[in-house]
């Protein structure tokens, strides 16, 4: 059954007119429509709905791949009183006895904070088979990088940077099939709040039409 996202405002990312309660219909694994809710609603009378509060946006690529999943940990929860919350790199990190089974845990539940910062996509090569892994069984997507990115690592692929440059792929025009459905939602209500709060305000993250996270 076809599921209508629809949100307070979607921006498209390729420089079309943001729409006021927008709304993308997914059919499948792919986008079959975008446009304002109430035209798609009521050509799609069987759809399924989702409404998210705030901004929806394309999905975005966060730059650091290698650094965040490769040359960092994320500690389980259950260690947050030894290790804390926050990923742990350097000094800290080489303190640790790492085994393919403690990265692989790692890289999944690096994963799934990218995908709550509305994260699809990584830049950056991976080498270690438990990261690949991780990635790959998430759905996200690996591009290439040509330099190390400037400024700190971060979670946020927003820190730093504007909504244009962190998207992945804007979502399509009409006409256009067969694009994934791969989009996140943001709780702010317009893209300078989302530059102003970051994308930590992030409340769902949808690829390839699944909904891969959704903030509880």
């Known amino acids: 059954m076809p599921t209508l996202h629809a949100a307070d405002l979607l921006i498209t990312g390729d420089g079309r007119s943001s729409v006021p309660q927008g709304a993308v219909l997914v059919d499948g694994r792919t986008v079959a429509a975008v446009g304002p809710y109430g035209e798609l609603a009521a050509a799609h009378p069987t759809a399924r709905v989702r409404r998210w509060p705030g901004l929806l946006t394309p999905g975005l690529l966060n730059p650091y791949g290698p650094e965040l999943l490769e040359q960092a940990y994320h500690p389980d929860p259950r260690e947050a009183g030894e290790l804390g919350g926050e990923p742990l790199t350097g000094e800290a990190l ?35 088979p438990a990261v690949v892994d991780a990635v790959y069984r998430a759905g996200l997507s690996v591009e290439q990088r040509f330099e190390r990115p400037a400024g700190p690592v971060t ?5 730093g940077r504007s909504l244009a440059e962190a998207i992945l792929l804007p979502l399509p025009p009409d006409g256009v099939g067969g694009v994934d459905a791969t989009f996140a939602v943001f709780e702010v209500p317009d893209e300078a709040a989302l530059g102003e709060r970051g994308a930590g305000t992030c409340v769902a993250t949808v690829l390839a039409g699944r909904l891969v996270y959704r903030r509880r």
């Open 94 to 128: 080489a303190g640790l006895a790492m085994t393919d089974v403690r990265r692989g845990a790692s890289a999944r539940r690096g994963v799934q904070r990218l995908l709550a910062h509305g994260v699809v996509a990584v830049a950056g090569d991976l080498w270690r």
């Open 155 to 159: 979670l946020d692929p927003l820190a």
